[in-house]
């Protein structure tokens, strides 16, 4: 007989380096954003970045961390 674990998903904060698609100027910036997987990450930037590069960090303390549950442009 299996097992079944149903504890909580394991989540990353993700680090994009991109372009601002609606920039005049194309400057590299730093995205960050906290989800599951790397295809979920993207998602919430490809409407608006052109992602170049990413890096995928532990996620431990989502109270203690300062981008917890927001996206946003470093």
Do not use: C, W
Request: glycine fraction near 2%; charge should be neutral; proline fraction near 5%.
């Amino acid at each position: 007989m299996a097992t079944l674990s149903l504890s909580a998903p394991q989540t990353y904060v993700f680090k994009f380096a991109a372009f601002d698609r609606s920039a005049d100027v194309f400057l590299p910036v730093t995205v960050s954003v906290i989800a599951a997987s790397e295809r979920e990450a993207r998602r919430a930037f490809a409407r608006d970045y052109v992602l170049l590069m990413t890096a995928r960090l532990p996620f431990a303390d989502a109270a203690s961390h300062p981008i917890a549950g927001v996206n946003h442009a470093e």
